[in-house]
C-alpha cells in the first residue's frame, strides 16, 4: 500500500492528530452539506483528490476573505502544514517577503471577475522555505449557475524554473563567446592586412585573411552545438563556401546530418576553403555559369569510419591536367592537412571541372 | 557632398583599434578620407566638424553597453547613409532591427566593407 492508499482507507478521525489530514469526501460532505456526491462523481473525488501529487484546494468566495475550505494531501505536501492550519485561512499565507505583487495582482482581478488565470509566484512552506507555485485558479459554478468555489491547483516548478535560468544562462554564454570569437578573428584580419598594407604584400596578406576567415566561418557554427561535443558538419560547410557563391546559383550542397568530431571541422573547412579559393582563380567559378557540387557522407565502419566529402565542378573552363598537379600553396597545404588527420584526397580532372574527393576519419572510441 | 578637394568623407566608428585601423588603409586605398572614431563622442565630434560626411561604417556594439544608435540616428537625421558592421547579430538584436541600414557580419574583408559603404553613395572603389 502506498502512503496515499493508507491515508485514504482509514477511517475518519483527522481532529485527533493534526498531521493526519482527512481528505475522504465523508468528511468534505460534513463540512458542506450542500455539495453533492454521487455515483462515478462520488469515486471520482475521493479517489482523484487522494491520489493526485497536484495540490488542490478549494475556496468559498461566499465567506468574508475567501478562506479555503478544503485542501488535499498533496497540498499539505507541498506547503508542510497542516490540515488545521491551512483551513479557515486566505491562500495569501503562503506569500511571503519575495512574492512578486504582480501575479498576486492577476489572481486578485482573476477573483474578481470569476475568471480563469494560471501564474507562477514564489510560496513560502511552512518551514520558511520557499518554492515556485505554478499556480491554476477558476471559478466553480453549481448546477443554477451560482458561484460556489473557487478552485485552486498548486504545482511546485522551482525546478523547471532552475533549468530555464540555466539553460537562457548557457545560451547568453553561447552568444557571449560566439561574439568574442567573431571580434577576435576580426581582430585577426585586422592585423594581418594592416602588416600586410604597412609591408607591401598586400595579395598574401588577402591570402592568409580568406584563410582564417574561412576558418572563423566553420568555427562559428561549432558554438551551437558545443554541448552535443559533435558538430553538425554540413553548417560547417554552408558557412565556409556561402560566400563564395555569388549569386547564390553557383553552389548545389547536396549532404545532409552527418555530426563529426570538432577536429574534423578545421580540417575539411580548410581543404573546402582551398578548393574554393582555386575554382575562383582557375576552376569552374571563373564561368559565369560554372557550378560546384559538394556532397558528404558517412562511410565505414568503426575505426574505418570517415566522413567522404566530394567536391564536384562542372561547367568549368576546359581542364588541362596541371603539369605538377600537387602543386601550389592551396593544394599544398590541402595534402598536408589531411596527412596529419590520416585523412587522404583523390582528384581526378575531368573535362569540365575538379572532381576531389576528401576522406577524414571521424572514428572515436566511445 | 565631398569638399572642394573633392575627397570623399568617410566616417568610422568602431571600438578596436586594429579593425579601425584596417578600415582607414580600406578607405584611404579606394581615395576617401577617413574620419575615425572609437566612441559616440568622437564620432559626433566629426559630425560637428567641417568636413561633409558622405557615408557612415558603424560598428554596432561599442562596449560597455554602448551603441552605435545615437550615431545612426544623427546619420539618419541629415540624410547620411550608413552601413552596420557588427559581430553580434543576436544581442543587438533589437538596436539593429531599429536601425533600417544594411548589415555586413564580422569579420568581414576591409576592402569588402569599404566598397559596399562606396555603393550606398553610388561611387565605385578600385
Given at each position: 500500500?502506498?502512503?496515499d492508499?493508507?491515508?485514504r482507507?482509514?477511517p ?6 493534526p498531521?493526519d ?16 456526491f ?11 483528490m ?5 495540490a ?7 465567506k ?6 478544503f ?5 499539505r ?15 495569501r ?9 504582480e ?20 510560496n513560502y512552506r ?24 473557487f ?15 540555466e539553460?537562457?544562462y548557457a545560451?547568453?554564454?553561447a ?7 567573431k ?6 584580419s ?13 595579395s ?7 584563410r582564417?576567415q574561412?576558418l572563423g ?7 551551437d ?7 553538425e558538419i554540413g ?17 548545389r ?13 578545421s580540417?575539411?573547412g ?10 575562383t582563380?582557375?576552376g569552374?567559378?571563373t ?21 567522404e566529402?566530394?567536391?564536384?565542378e ?17 593544394n ?6 589531411l596527412?596529419?588527420s590520416n ?5 581526378e ?9 576528401a ?5 572515436k572510441?566511445? | ?13 568602431e571600438?578596436?583599434?586594429?579593425i ?7 578607405a584611404?586605398a ?5 574620419l ?32 552605435c ?11 547620411i ?11 543587438q538584436n533589437?538596436?539593429?532591427r ?7 557580419p ?10 559596399t ?5 553610388g561611387?565605385?572603389?578600385?
Amino acid at each position: 500500500m502506498t502512503d496515499d492508499e493508507q491515508e485514504r482507507s482509514r477511517p475518519s478521525q483527522a481532529m485527533g492528530n493534526p498531521k493526519d489530514f482527512d481528505d475522504s469526501p465523508e468528511r468534505f460532505r460534513d463540512e458542506n452539506p450542500d455539495a453533492r456526491f454521487g455515483g462515478a462523481s462520488e469515486v471520482l473525488f475521493e479517489q482523484a483528490m487522494a491520489q493526485t501529487r497536484m495540490a488542490i484546494c478549494l475556496c468559498d468566495p461566499n465567506k468574508p476573505d475567501l478562506p479555503i475550505v478544503f485542501a488535499n494531501k498533496a497540498f499539505r505536501n507541498l506547503t508542510g502544514y497542516d490540515e488545521a492550519e491551512i483551513v479557515g485561512k486566505n491562500c495569501r499565507f503562503l506569500q511571503g517577503p519575495e512574492t512578486d505583487p504582480e501575479p498576486v495582482r492577476k489572481m486578485r482581478q482573476a477573483i474578481e471577475n470569476e475568471d480563469v488565470v494560471v501564474v507562477e509566484l514564489l510560496n513560502y512552506r511552512r518551514d520558511g522555505s520557499s518554492f515556485w507555485n505554478a499556480l491554476h485558479l477558476g471559478p466553480i459554478y453549481d448546477s443554477e449557475g451560482k458561484l460556489k468555489y473557487f478552485f485552486g491547483s498548486q504545482w511546485d516548478v522551482s525546478d523547471v524554473r532552475a533549468a530555464r535560468a540555466e539553460e537562457h544562462y548557457a545560451r547568453e554564454m553561447a552568444r557571449e563567446l560566439s561574439h568574442r570569437m567573431k571580434n577576435m578573428f576580426s581582430v585577426i584580419s585586422g592585423i594581418v592586412n594592416v602588416t600586410g598594407r604597412m609591408r607591401g604584400i598586400e595579395s598574401e596578406a588577402q591570402e592568409i585573411n580568406d584563410r582564417v576567415q574561412a576558418l572563423g566561418r566553420a568555427y562559428e557554427t561549432t558554438l551551437d552545438d558545443a554541448s552535443a561535443g559533435r558538430i553538425e558538419i554540413g553548417q560547417a560547410i554552408r558557412a565556409i563556401l556561402s560566400p563564395y557563391d555569388v549569386g547564390e546559383s553557383h553552389l548545389r550542397l547536396l549532404g545532409n546530418g552527418i555530426r563529426v568530431p570538432f577536429a574534423a571541422v578545421s580540417s575539411i573547412g580548410l581543404v573546402l576553403h582551398e578548393l574554393a579559393a582555386n575554382a575562383t582563380k582557375h576552376g569552374a567559378w571563373t564561368r559565369d555559369d560554372g557550378l560546384v557540387e559538394v556532397d558528404w557522407q558517412e562511410k565505414g565502419e568503426d575505426e574505418q569510419r570517415v566522413v567522404e566529402v566530394t567536391w564536384r565542378e562542372k561547367f568549368g573552363p576546359k581542364v588541362t591536367i596541371p603539369a605538377d598537379a600537387k602543386g601550389g600553396s592551396g593544394n599544398e597545404i590541402i595534402d598536408r592537412l589531411l596527412r596529419f588527420s590520416n585523412g587522404c584526397i583523390d582528384r581526378e580532372w575531368h573535362e569540365d571541372g575538379l572532381v576531389a574527393v576528401a576522406r577524414v576519419p571521424i572514428w572515436k572510441a566511445s | 557632398m565631398c569638399d572642394s578637394e573633392g575627397s570623399c568623407h568617410v566616417l568610422l566608428l568602431e571600438d578596436e583599434p586594429m579593425i579601425l585601423m584596417d578600415l582607414e588603409f580600406a578607405a584611404e586605398a579606394c581615395g576617401c578620407n577617413a574620419l575615425c572614431a572609437t566612441s559616440v563622442k568622437q564620432a559626433m565630434k566629426h559630425l560637428d566638424s567641417e568636413r561633409p560626411v558622405r557615408v557612415g561604417i558603424l560598428d554596432v556594439n561599442l562596449g560597455e553597453g554602448q551603441t552605435c544608435e545615437p550615431v545612426a540616428r544623427e546619420l539618419e537625421r541629415r540624410g547620411i547613409p550608413y552601413i552596420l558592421h557588427s559581430g553580434d547579430l543576436d544581442r543587438q538584436n533589437e538596436t539593429v532591427r531599429s536601425l533600417n541600414a544594411q548589415l555586413i557580419p564580422k569579420p568581414a574583408n576591409a576592402n569588402h566593407v569599404i566598397s559596399t559603404a562606396m555603393e550606398c553613395v553610388g561611387r565605385k572603389c578600385g
